[in-house]
């Protein structure tokens, strides 16, 4: 397993302003590192839990990317979610009690391992954070919805549009540019996501690339017409690429 670090705390974490609710006074966010004190390192294809272990935490993802997965009756492997920083990982095992897939770490990744029943009872003494809490669970059923969406009735260039601007947008809301970033995700991957076949996608790449849409270096995307592949993806684009 990945080995464990505590060099940032709570106070310091470059997502902090994504975990902490705002407000929060300086006794409470100690409070708050006495139960998020344990960090984990994962390695790429390193799992963050498995399917049908039991559900005792939650991950905030302090650096790094993770896919998550269900694999089927007959065997199969379903991509279902693509996390990034700043995004918590195992909301999907809390009304079951047992993570129904499994989450992996695309490359070197860092979370904090939250404890939910020492993280439910400080909710319950501070209601700042009680309220946070609600609003990631809220901000989780969003996702699903949107993933929903991006899988719907579209066609593959319109499919693999939507992924890139939902990945730019959450970028940007976490304060990283919304042209530049890093596609950590194997071509594989997105295809099984996405519904479509890995050619599919590195064609289509390859189509918006020659469209001027996007440009690609090796992992690297820089997006370069937002608004083009907003209105490809069927999505509006109210926010500006920095």
């Given at each position: 397993m990945g080995k464990l670090s505590t060099a940032v705390s709570c106070g310091n974490?470059?997502?902090?302003?994504?975990?902490?609710?705002?407000?929060?006074?300086e006794e409470d966010i100690q409070r708050l590192e006495h139960v998020t004190r344990k960090k984990k390192i994962l390695k790429t294809g390193e799992?963050?839990?498995r399917a049908g272990d039991p559900f005792?935490?939650?991950y905030a993802i302090r650096s790094g990317s993770f896919k998550s997965a269900v694999i089927g009756a007959d065997g199969d492997t379903q991509v279902t979610h693509f996390a990034l920083p700043g995004e918590l990982l195992g909301l999907d095992a809390y009304?079951?009690?047992?993570?129904p897939g499994y989450a992996e770490a695309l490359e070197e990744s860092s979370v904090c391992v939250l404890p939910f029943?020492?993280?439910e009872s400080l909710a319950q003494q501070v209601p700042a954070l009680q309220k946070q809490i609600y609003?990631?669970?809220?901000?989780?059923?969003?996702?699903?919805n949107e993933a929903l969406l991006l899988l719907g009735k579209r066609s593959a260039e319109s499919r693999l549009a939507a992924?890139?601007?939902?990945?730019?947008?959450r970028y940007a809301r976490r304060g990283y540019s919304a042209s530049e970033f890093l596609l950590?995700?194997?071509?594989?991957?997105?295809?099984?996501?996405?519904?479509?076949?890995?050619?599919?996608?590195?064609?289509?790449?390859?189509?918006?690339?020659?469209q001027g849409l996007i440009r690609v270096r090796g992992r690297a995307i820089t997006i370069l017409d937002l608004i083009a592949l907003s209105e490809l993806a069927g999505t509006h684009c109210s926010y500006e690429g920095s």
């Open positions: 974490c470059s997502v902090k302003r994504l975990c902490l609710p705002v407000g929060l006074s799992p963050l839990f005792s935490n939650l009304s079951s009690g047992a993570h029943t020492q993280l609003s990631i669970f809220s901000e989780e059923l969003k996702q699903e992924l890139l601007i939902n990945i730019s947008s950590t995700m194997p071509r594989m991957d997105i295809a099984n996501y996405l519904g479509l076949t890995a050619e599919t996608v590195s064609r289509l790449i390859s189509r918006f690339q020659k």
